[in-house]
């Protein structure tokens, strides 16, 4: 009698919270709800024999800073729109508590997500790769909902796929990395993880971090980000506008010319 009692309350209380899907359209990610919907993938988040799951759900202002022309792009490609959105998931209940910071944890498609905390005195951040999160462990009747202020960039293979890649004009900084030996080092899926400034690497030196008069940041005082936050497998990749010069090469010390 008493172990009935026990499932009794506990399949009461989990039959109080909404599903993941009813749960993202309650609290502002309506956007986010109708793309599961266009995917077919709604209804794997809406039954409890599938999960639990958690869920990294783009408010509905985070795909407001994506261009209309990609997102329809993205609801004619199918496939690509699954992938996507499976990014946004992973398996299991992951709760605040779970997360280390410099963690990476899997989605349900099998790619890299990077985990900071961050504590200051306003209290403690998390972030998943760029996207801030906004409201952290909503319950749901079948997993645990994150609401996060960006639309997660998606890995574009490793490291190396985004040195070759032509869309990001960067791919003669790969023949200093075959130079340098480095080709398998940065074409990996496990082990170590790396922040590649495209150009340059220089094991151990420090990378001085600035601001200009209009916020921009910059690297060494010369080099200002052009384009952040470029996922891998194996790391990240931010192209940058000036190669970064250590100060054992450069009788100036630390600067850089132009890239």
């Known amino acids: ?28 990610a309506t956007k986010l709800v109708a793309l599961l919907n266009s995917a077919g993938l709604a209804d794997i988040l809406k039954d409890p024999s599938q999960g639990p799951f958690t869920l990294l759900a783009p408010s509905d202002a985070a795909f407001g800073k994506i261009p209309d022309s ?22 299991g209940e992951i709760f605040e508590w779970d997360l280390l910071n410099h963690e990476v944890i899997s989605s349900l498609n099998g790619h890299s997500i ?5 504590n200051s005195m306003a209290g403690q951040s ?12 909503l319950q749901a009747s079948n997993g645990v909902l994150y609401l996060i202020d960006e639309v997660l960039n998606m890995p574009e293979g490793t490291i190396d796929d985004i040195l070759l890649n032509p869309d990001y004009n960067i791919n003669s900084f790969m023949d200093f990395v075959k130079s340098a030996g480095l080709t398998q080092v940065f074409n990996r899926t496990t082990g ?9 690497m220089y094991r151990g030196h420090y990378i001085n971090l600035s601001q200009d008069s209009n916020n921009n940041t910059l690297l ?37 010319i132009v890239g």
């Open 126 to 137: 998390t972030y998943f790769n760029q996207a801030k999160v906004v409201i952290s462990e």
């Open 114 to 118: 990077r985990v900071y905390v961050r």
């Open 192 to 200: 170590n993880r790396y922040t590649m400034f495209v150009p340059t």
């Open 1 to 28: 009698m008493r172990l009935f009692v026990v499932l009794s309350v506990c399949i009461a209380v989990s039959s109080a919270y909404p599903n993941l899907v009813d749960l993202a359209a309650a609290n502002n």
């Open 220 to 256: 060494n005082n010369v080099a200002s980000v052009v384009q952040a936050d470029i996922e891998a497998e194996d790391g990240v990749v931010h192209i940058i506008s000036h190669v970064l010069i250590p100060s054992t090469l450069s009788p100036t010390g630390i600067g850089g």
């Open 70 to 91: 990609d997102l329809q792009a993205l609801k004619a490609d199918n496939a690509k729109l699954q992938e996507v959105l499976k990014y946004h998931v992973m398996k």
